[in-house]
């Protein structure tokens, strides 16, 4: 099982990414994908996440009305738009998937490796 983040970089204040949770190795109709962001200095936070099969997503506050959360079924690929980005944006977004109802860091089933996003302001 393999989840691959992507398409982080470098990009001014209000500016905008999308960024890529790409899943292989099963199918993930049972899981949540859960977004988290680690500044630097600080500790793992949650972002948002989306059900597979239900297709809800939920978001911090600190996020919400800024980042969607969508899944595509067909590319096992799950997307984080970010909008309106701030410098406090800035950190390395992770993807993660759990089959559980708790959605902190420490009960994910699989994690992906993490992709940059940097805000300059």
């Known amino acids: 099982v393999q989840l691959q983040a992507s398409g982080g970089g470098l990009v001014q204040a209000g500016g905008s990414l999308r960024l890529s949770c790409a899943a292989s190795g099963r199918t993930f109709s049972r899981y949540t994908i859960v977004w988290f962001r680690q500044a630097p200095g600080k500790e793992r936070e949650f972002v948002g996440r989306?059900?597979?099969?239900?297709?809800?997503?939920y978001y911090a506050d600190s996020v919400k009305g800024r980042f969607t959360i969508s899944r595509d079924s067909a590319k096992n690929t799950v997307y984080l738009q970010v909008n309106s980005l701030k410098p406090e944006d800035t950190a390395v977004y992770y993807c993660?998937?759990?089959?559980?109802?708790?959605?902190?860091?420490?009960?994910?089933?699989?994690w992906g490796k993490g992709t940059l996003v940097t805000v300059s302001s």
């Open positions: 993660a998937a759990t089959m559980g109802s708790v959605y902190s860091s420490y009960y994910m089933d699989y």
């Open positions: 989306i059900s597979w099969t239900v297709g809800i997503a």
